[in-house]
């Protein structure tokens, strides 16, 4: 069983846009808190963006703040990232995770129960 299945990469040119969609197994749905990372060639995976709906709030990494907004439709079981003005360095991997344990800092990936395969997302200059 697959339990996030993303969907939405492809490549686009320097300031174009895309959506991602995470759609999630009942196991891994989590109305309390999901997120996006990324993992760009030869670097770590990183946080993206985190929806901790449980207590209505968002986080997002410092270089994708107002251009990026995670969401989710609790009637789909899916998340989404609305990424805008992407650059070259938005070149990456994208993952969905799901059921975070407690911690103090959402990037941090041990926090996260339930990880999806990702999606490619080029943007060319």
């Known amino acids: 069983q697959v339990d996030l299945v993303e969907s939405g990469g492809g490549s686009v040119q320097a300031g174009g846009s895309l959506r991602l969609s995470c759609v999630a197994s009942?196991?891994?749905?989590?109305?309390?808190?999901m997120a996006w990372f990324r993992q760009a060639p030869g670097k770590e995976r990183e946080g993206v963006a985190a929806?901790?709906?449980?207590?209505?709030?968002?986080y997002y990494a410092d270089d994708v703040k107002g251009r990026f907004t995670i969401s989710q439709d609790n009637a789909k079981s899916t998340l989404y990232l609305e990424m805008h003005s992407l650059k070259p360095e938005d070149t990456a991997v994208y993952y969905c995770?799901?059921?975070?344990?407690?911690?103090?800092?959402?990037?941090?990936?041990?926090?996260?129960?339930?990880w999806g395969q990702g999606t490619q997302v080029t943007v060319s200059s």
């Open positions: 009942k196991s891994a749905y989590s109305r309390v808190c």
């Open positions: 995770a799901a059921r975070c344990f407690d911690g103090p800092r959402w990037s941090d990936l041990g926090l996260w129960r339930y």
């Open positions: 929806l901790y709906s449980g207590r209505d709030e968002t």
